[in-house]
């Protein structure tokens, strides 16, 4: 059998391999090309080629002196922040909740995941709704329910907008990374808590010693994913604000600089090529870490 995998590893790897190069590293390089160069999206200014038209380091002192890219960037850090945390709470909070309940868990499991398969434009349209319509009026309006003014119009305020990403997020990305709490979860031997229990131990004590310690491997998946996937948002940002009342991400940032500034291309490669350098800092580094707990679980 391993005489088989051996010979057919290599035929069946080369399409992957050819489209990941073609789609993924061909398309990088030349954008990393085209960021120091003054390139209009159909034509350079200054040359027929993005060598003729070199700016050099140009683009990128513009994009670190450019206003809207620094308060995208640091809007981005803050929601990440709290996505990082509150997502994996909920996530592992359910997982520990679904593994427990006994009956109708494939249910359970199925509902939490869900949102997950909706695409974010049409999360965001949903939850736009909600936020404008059923907080701002029936529930939290002046007339409402439970007159609250904190939870109304939380699309047209920075800080409200920040919660309100939020919760979408939490809902669309809470029931997937629950799966993968669960998996981490039924991998850890049962004998571990028999014993523990025998020796004394309460809930509390197992589920910091032996949990915690037992999902590392998990932590360091989720993680990454809601770190990646966090700092990539767009459509929920697109669908809720459109990046008004300065609630721009950096994902919407750089779509919006051609628009901003000319066709300025070359421009919002650059900020690009930024935004790709510290996701993968910022990822790696994670994984790092979280993999060394792992070793010295």
């Not at 790897?13 to 954008?31: D, E």
């Not at 981490?184 to 523990?196: D, H, Q, S, V």
């Amino acid at each position: 059998m391993n005489n088989v995998y051996k010979k057919w590893f290599i035929p069946f790897s080369i399409p992957a391999v050819l489209l990941f190069l073609f789609v993924v590293v061909i398309p990088f390089i030349i954008g990393l090309i085209y960021s120091f160069s003054a390139w209009r999206g159909v034509y350079f200014a200054g040359g027929e080629n993005a060598f003729q038209a070199w700016v050099g380091f140009e683009n990128y002192i513009r994009a670190f002196n450019n206003e809207d890219f620094r308060q995208a960037f640091m809007y981005t850090i803050k929601f990440t922040l709290l996505a990082v945390v509150v997502v994996n709470v909920v996530a592992l909070i359910l997982a520990l909740l679904v593994t427990n309940i006994g009956k109708a868990v494939g249910f359970f499991r199925a509902t939490f995941f869900l949102p997950n398969l909706l695409g974010g434009l049409a999360l965001g349209f949903i939850w736009l709704f909600i936020f404008e319509n059923i907080f701002s009026i029936v529930l939290f309006g002046p007339d409402g329910l439970i007159p609250f003014s904190a939870l109304t119009n939380m699309t047209q305020d920075n800080t409200k907008n920040l919660f309100a990403l939020l919760l979408l997020v939490v809902w669309q990305m809470a029931g997937y990374m629950m799966i993968i709490y669960i998996t981490g979860l039924n991998n850890i031997p049962t004998e571990l808590y028999e014993a523990a229990a025998i020796d004394g131990a309460n809930a509390w004590y197992r589920f910091t010693k032996i949990t915690i310690p037992m999902l590392m491997p998990s932590f360091t998946i989720v993680l990454f994913l809601v770190l990646s996937n966090c700092f990539k948002l767009l459509d929920q940002n697109v669908a809720l604000t459109n990046g008004e009342f300065d609630t721009r991400m950096l994902a919407l940032q750089i779509l919006r600089v051609p628009s901003d500034t000319s066709n300025n291309y070359g421009l919002a490669q650059a900020q690009a090529v930024i935004f790709f350098v510290v996701v993968a800092i910022i990822a790696l580094t994670q994984v790092v870490i979280t993999k060394r707990k792992e070793v010295e679980m």
